[in-house]
């Protein structure tokens, strides 16, 4: 079982940047990788993923053109760059390694089998 730590969490003013990262405790280079996050109230929903090899990425649209993310296989970690933060982007953010080297078309929770403790992100107006 691969275990995720995530770190990189804090409280930024809107506008600002933050950089999350995800390291495993054991290599997770053949399975996809994401980053889900949830609010208070709310339910855990996804934020980005990318395949195994980091070919191939895909974002919420609440995101898109706002976070990045990468990963380094050699270094077991997943990275997720997030720039021009808003209130909304509030929450708990997980890592979470997929069931499979390839996300989905339609990402879903259930898909993620292993998850981190989660790092709280907290952005203020």
């Known amino acids: 079982q691969v275990q995720l730590v995530e770190s990189g969490g804090g409280l930024v003013q809107a506008g600002g940047s933050l950089r999350l990262s995800c390291t495993a405790a054991?290599?997770?280079?053949?399975?996809?990788m994401g980053w889900f996050r949830q609010a208070p109230g709310k339910e855990r929903e996804f934020v980005a993923a990318?395949?195994?090899?980091?070919?191939?990425?895909t974002y919420a649209d609440s995101v898109k053109g706002r976070f990045t993310i990468s990963r380094d296989n050699a270094k077991n970690t997943v990275v997720l760059e997030m720039n021009s933060l808003k209130p909304e982007d509030t929450a708990v953010y997980y890592c979470?390694?997929?069931?499979?080297?390839?996300?989905?078309?339609?990402?879903?929770?259930?898909?993620?089998?292993?998850w981190g403790q989660g790092t709280q992100v907290t952005v203020s107006s």
């Open positions: 054991r290599t997770f280079r053949s399975y996809a």
């Open positions: 990318i395949s195994w090899n980091g070919g191939s990425t």
């Open positions: 979470a390694a997929g069931r499979r080297a390839f996300y989905p078309p339609v990402v879903q929770i259930s898909e993620f089998g292993t």
